[in-house]
């Protein structure tokens, strides 16, 4: 058998059937970024994909599909508010949480944004991407061990703590040996001393009064890293296993019984109606009956009065 091999090679089709398309898609700034937005993360999906699904494809064919009002309210009080708690409560409430315990206890718990103040301060709270962001294990440990790394060592640390709304005379108190250290530094009690004073002392403490300091910090598992640890998955725990399980339970107990209490209200009210109706009904038959009576007398009396008139003419 012979082969030709002068036979025209098949051109390479592109993936696309408009490769010019194609290319213009995936050199688009604002497509990578719609692709980016959309894209898996292993095995968990990214934000707008949650979004799209749980209020596109879970609560509005619900409720185009409810069979009468009332299950449309429901949906709306309870579905609606039950998935906008899950996306958006629980982390709102670990971070309400963590500043919370971080003001009582004084350790920075939480990191935050770059122009946190004014509305935005609000929102970084609300964000569940972004915002305010609740210190997991990593970061603890990287803020709270081993501050010799650090460029100013310890001065570094005393401005992290600062920055995040803690408190560090409460922060350094909660470790007997730093609390008996920088009292000695400070020639008096360390829970009523000032963040610049402890920062003086600091300054001019000797270097084995530092070292003794250093060395409460240099284990990751210090004494430190596991409070503030304990601080923070206590309160997580709370908002994500408790608080939101508990308002979502209250929400479908609440939901019911605002379905009895209308459905209840809508009864009554048909009865009231239809009493109403069967009394106005009542009424106007009686008067039709008055009135058929009214009749039937005049018209006796009519003939009575005819036949009274025609004796008195026979008579005449």
Same mark, same amino acid.
């Given at each position: 058998?012979?082969?030709?091999?002068?036979?025209?090679?098949?051109?390479? &089709?592109?993936?696309? +059937?408009?490769?010019?398309?194609? !290319? !213009?898609?995936?050199?688009?700034?604002?497509?990578?970024?719609?692709? !980016?937005?959309?894209?898996?993360?292993?095995?968990?999906?990214?934000?707008?994909?949650?979004? +799209?699904?749980?209020?596109?494809?879970?609560?509005?064919?619900?409720?185009?599909?409810?069979?009468?009002?009332?299950?449309?309210?429901?949906?709306?009080?309870?579905?609606?508010?039950?998935?906008?708690?899950?996306?958006?409560?629980?982390?709102?409430?670990?971070? +309400?949480?963590?500043?919370?315990?971080?003001?009582?206890?004084? $350790?920075?718990?939480?990191?935050?944004?770059?122009? #946190?103040?004014?509305?935005?301060?609000?929102?970084?709270?609300?964000?569940?991407?972004?915002?305010?962001?609740?210190?997991?294990? %990593?970061?603890?440990?990287?803020?709270?061990?081993?501050?010799?790394?650090?460029?100013?060592?310890?001065?570094?640390?005393?401005?992290?703590?600062?920055?995040?709304?803690?408190?560090?005379?409460?922060?350094?108190?909660?470790?007997?040996?730093?609390?008996? %250290?920088?009292?000695?530094?400070?020639?008096?009690?360390?829970?009523?001393?000032?963040?610049?004073?402890?920062?003086?002392?600091?300054?001019?403490?000797?270097?084995?009064?530092?070292?003794?300091?250093?060395?409460?910090?240099?284990?990751?598992?210090?004494?430190?890293?596991?409070?503030?640890?304990?601080?923070?998955?206590?309160?997580?725990?709370?908002?994500?296993?408790?608080?939101?399980?508990?308002?979502?339970?209250?929400?479908?107990?609440?939901?019911?019984?605002?379905?009895?209490?209308?459905?209840?209200?809508?009864?009554?009210?048909?009865?009231?109606?239809?009493?109403?109706?069967?009394? &106005?009904?009542?009424?106007?038959?009686?008067?039709?009956?008055?009135?058929?009576?009214? #009749?039937?007398?005049?018209?006796? &009396?009519?003939?009575?009065? $005819? $036949?009274?008139?025609?004796?008195?003419?026979?008579?005449?």
């Amino acid at each position: 058998m012979k082969i030709n091999n002068n036979a025209t090679p098949l051109k390479k &089709q592109p993936s696309f +059937g408009n490769a010019a398309l194609g !290319k !213009k898609m995936f050199s688009s700034n604002t497509f990578n970024k719609i692709a !980016k937005n959309l894209e898996y993360d292993n095995f968990t999906m990214s934000f707008p994909v949650t979004l +799209g699904l749980l209020y596109g494809a879970t609560v509005l064919p619900r409720y185009i599909q409810a069979y009468d009002k009332h299950d449309r309210r429901e949906i709306l009080t309870r579905d609606l508010t039950s998935i906008t708690a899950i996306l958006f409560l629980a982390a709102s409430l670990r971070k +309400g949480f963590s500043k919370l315990s971080s003001k009582a206890t004084g $350790f920075a718990l939480n990191l935050k944004p770059k122009n #946190h103040k004014g509305v935005k301060k609000y929102i970084d709270y609300i964000n569940p991407r972004g915002g305010v962001q609740v210190m997991n294990k %990593e970061q603890i440990i990287a803020k709270y061990s081993d501050l010799e790394a650090n460029k100013n060592g310890f001065v570094d640390f005393a401005e992290f703590i600062r920055s995040q709304g803690g408190k560090l005379n409460k922060v350094l108190a909660s470790n007997k040996n730093t609390k008996a %250290e920088f009292e000695k530094m400070l020639g008096k009690d360390l829970k009523s001393s000032t963040h610049q004073e402890i920062l003086d002392a600091w300054k001019n403490a000797s270097k084995e009064s530092k070292d003794k300091v250093y060395a409460e910090f240099k284990n990751p598992d210090n004494s430190f890293t596991k409070k503030a640890r304990v601080h923070n998955n206590v309160f997580n725990a709370v908002s994500t296993f408790l608080m939101v399980p508990l308002f979502m339970i209250w929400l479908e107990e609440f939901n019911e019984k605002t379905t009895k209490r209308l459905k209840a209200k809508e009864n009554e009210e048909l009865a009231n109606t239809m009493k109403a109706k069967e009394a &106005q009904k009542a009424k106007s038959g009686f008067d039709t009956m008055k009135v058929s009576s009214y #009749h039937s007398t005049d018209a006796r &009396q009519s003939f009575k009065n $005819f $036949f009274k008139m025609v004796n008195n003419k026979g008579e005449v």
